[in-house]
């Protein structure tokens, strides 16, 4: 690069050739220049740029607005901003409603109306500027569904990576049959129920047999199930290394729903590959996800999930769950704050869901409120997340080769990270979803 500066007629001549080659393949080019351009998070910012894209993929990045090929597609963004399409590593695409709403809607909802539901929320999803995102609870089939005819060009949406039905113990958060009358519980599917160590491996056998792409099991209780203990561990050492180990006898990553620390702890000792939620985080934890390699994803905008229903409606949550809403919100940023600067690795994720598809961006303002600057924020949603999702060959990054997934904002999200809440364009696969003026 230093050589193309001295001699600008060189990185013509470049341009030319390169324009050539593409021209003589056949195949549609589209070609983007970008005001700034940072193709790879975590590394600085280039300025204005060229993305050469064919057959869905990066083909070539270059400085300066190159010119196109002849018969090539150009789209000017030489104004904004433009960088790698977002991942959001939890997601429920299913889901709309919370608190007793979301008990109401669990009842009489049906697998229709749940394929409906995600196929609107993943549309939102995607044209909030995420490309890709990881679905953690799906127990219909929706989503799975959703994911291949995304997959298969028929639908519009995000990438999926989708964990199925979310495993637990009797009684645990994912226990459906919580707070229901017991004349309704044999309707409600129990297959994700673990009582020992042969429950724990048939448990993730059967979420494989699904033709799920991770596991996701909870080792705690959590905020809105209604059940006595709280917010800590609900599960065995041996059921936590049996649910683990089978997961990964299949290649299969583990995500684990996990607050208080002692359900954190067990599940980085098993060998989990991320923790979710990680509220209570104590120093073994740290040095447990150092140890490890696992991410943490703190979900902080689940608070702006509840803040806003309860301002809509005091009674939106069961007096038995408010408390620990409460807590929630009022904890919320603890865990970030202590690891991030540790140097605990870090992935975007929203829980979408109990917060509001479509808003996934509030995150980002939340990461950096509670210690993470700008950029390490955006490399939690690209770099990070892509690596956590097994996708590193295919997303998080601009580069020859990858996806065309990208997006383009006005102003710099390296100074202003809410930027990001308004993202004008937005492409997958090459393949343009949005396009404001």
């Known amino acids: 690069m230093p050589i193309l500066r001295k001699y600008p007629a060189a990185l013509l001549l470049l341009t030319a050739l390169a324009a050539h080659a593409l021209a003589a393949t056949g195949t549609p080019v589209t070609v983007i220049h970008a005001g700034r351009l940072l193709d790879r998070p975590g590394q600085p910012a280039r300025g204005a740029s060229t993305v050469i894209i064919r057959e869905g993929k990066i083909a070539e990045v270059l400085a300066g607005h190159a010119a196109p090929p002849a018969g090539a597609t150009l789209i000017d963004l030489s104004n904004r901003f433009v960088l790698p399409g977002l ?10 409603a919370g608190g007793d709403a979301g008990l ?17 929320n993943a549309k939102k999803t995607l044209l909030a500027g995420f490309t890709t995102v990881r679905n953690l609870g799906d127990d219909s089939g929706a989503t799975l569904a959703l994911r291949d005819a995304i997959a298969a060009g028929d639908m519009t949406g995000p990438r999926i990576i989708d964990a199925g039905r979310s495993i637990s113990t009797t009684s645990g958060h994912m226990d459906g049959t919580l707070s229901l009358g017991e004349d309704l519980h044999p309707s409600i599917n129990q297959d994700n129920l673990v009582d020992g160590v042969e429950s724990s ?11 799920v792409d991770l596991i996701k099991i909870a080792t705690t209780g959590g905020v809105n199930s209604r059940i006595g203990s709280g917010l800590g561990r609900q599960i065995f050492d041996d059921e936590v290394k049996a649910l683990v180990e089978t997961a990964h006898l299949y290649k299969k ?5 996990a607050h208080g620390t002692d359900g954190i702890n067990i599940a980085l000792a098993a060998g989990a590959d991320s923790i979710e939620h990680g509220t209570m985080l104590d120093d073994e934890s740290i040095h447990l996800f150092k140890q490890t390699g696992a991410y943490y994803v703190p979900t902080l905008s689940t608070v702006n999930g ?23 919100i009022s904890v919320t940023g603890d865990a970030l704050r202590k690891a991030y600067p540790a140097g605990v690795k870090i992935a975007f994720g929203t829980d979408a869901g109990v917060s509001k598809h479509g808003r996934n961006a509030d995150e980002f303002e939340l990461m950096v409120k509670h210690s993470m600057p700008p950029a390490a924020a955006i490399e939690a949603a690209t770099v990070n997340a892509a690596d956590l999702l097994g996708l590193s060959a295919e997303v998080g990054t601009l580069e020859p080769g990858k996806a065309a997934d990208l997006i383009a904002v006005n102003g710099d999200p390296l100074v202003d990270i809410t930027v990001l809440k308004q993202v004008g364009f937005v492409m997958k696969g090459g393949v343009v979803a949005k396009q404001a003026p």
């Open 201 to 211: 491996r048939r448990a993730v056998r059967l979420q494989i047999r699904r033709g």
């Open 306 to 328: 509840y803040i806003e229903r309860l301002a809509n409606n005091p009674a939106a949550y069961n007096h038995a769950v408010l408390a620990k809403v409460k807590w929630r």
């Open 87 to 96: 991942i959001d590593c939890h997601v429920h695409l299913e889901s709309d």
């Open 253 to 257: 990553k583990v995500a684990v729903h």
């Open 104 to 120: 109401i809607e669990d009842l009489t909802s049906s697998p229709a109306a749940d394929a409906y539901r995600a196929a609107g």
